[in-house]
T-cell receptor, first 113, second 115 residues
Framework: DTAVSQTPKYLVTQMGNDKSIKCEQNLGHDTMYWYKQDSKKFLKIMFSYNNKELIINETVPNRFSPKSPDKAHLNLHINSLELGDSAVYFC????????????FGQGTRLTVV | AQKVTQAQTEISVVEKEDVTLDCVYETRDTTYYLFWYKQPPSGELVFLIRRNSFDEQNEISGRYSWNFQKSTSSFNFTITASQVVDSAVYFCALSEARPGNQFYFGTGTSLTVIP
């Protein structure tokens, strides 16, 4: 059983398109995250949700919109994709409070052409 | 402000050598948690260890060992008798014990083990 699963694993799309990445966790965690990993491997928080409530919203363009229909899901929708959005996006989950590790999905490699 | 520094960007060692990956952190909190993750070439992020700020005992797991020193704000990771399969990017991370926490990652150290 995959603990945190993201789909798709690879996403190639043209500039200006709108795309979504789905994330589901079966660990019963209350907190979910989206991280972006750039070409230099730097991992940066984008969003954090706790029990479906948005907790962290870093300085991310408003073209990025997370949606949490329930505790087990946190999807990421991106409007009007730009070349600079090309990166690997990781979904993760953890128990709230930061005292346990985060479990990461396999990542979604987004390439905007 | 929270910050994790991994000063070593890339390290290359010959198989069977020991290697230490450095991690220095900054936080104002007295309660916090430190982690190491491994990212192999396949791309997934694999959790290796968690340490809380009240537990300074070093830990050993097989060829892996971790040295946590609050006095120097460091949480270093040593691989003994390195193997080719250890080649990966290793990330150190910090989390503070509060609602809405996030994991602050260092910039990673890319380790290459040469056969």
């Amino acid at each position: 059983d995959t603990a945190v699963s993201q789909t798709p694993k690879y996403l190639v799309t043209q500039m200006g398109n709108d795309k979504s990445i789905k994330c589901e966790q079966n660990l019963g965690h209350d907190t979910m995250y989206w991280y972006k990993q750039d070409s230099k491997k730097f991992l940066k928080i984008m969003f954090s949700y706790n029990n479906k409530e948005l907790i962290i919203n870093e300085t991310v363009p408003n073209r990025f919109s997370p949606k949490s229909p329930d505790k087990a899901h946190l999807n990421l929708h991106i409007n009007s994709l730009e070349l600079g959005d090309s990166a690997v996006y990781f979904c993760a989950s953890s128990r709230p409070g930061g005292f346990t590790e985060a479990f990461f999905g396999q990542g979604t490699r987004l390439t905007v052409v | 402000a929270q910050k994790v520094t991994q000063a070593q960007t890339e390290i290359s060692v010959v198989e069977k050598e020991d290697v230490t990956l450095d991690c220095v952190y900054e936080t104002r909190d007295t309660t916090y948690y430190l982690f190491w993750y491994k990212q192999p070439p396949s791309g997934e992020l694999v959790f290796l260890i968690r340490r809380n700020s009240f537990d300074e005992q070093n830990e050993i797991s097989g060829r892996y060992s971790w040295n946590f020193q609050k006095s120097t704000s460091s949480f270093n990771f040593t691989i003994t008798a390195s193997q080719v399969v250890d080649s990966a990017v290793y990330f150190c991370a910090l989390s503070e014990a509060r609602p809405g926490n996030q994991f602050y990652f260092g910039t990673g150290t890319s380790l290459t083990v040469i056969p």
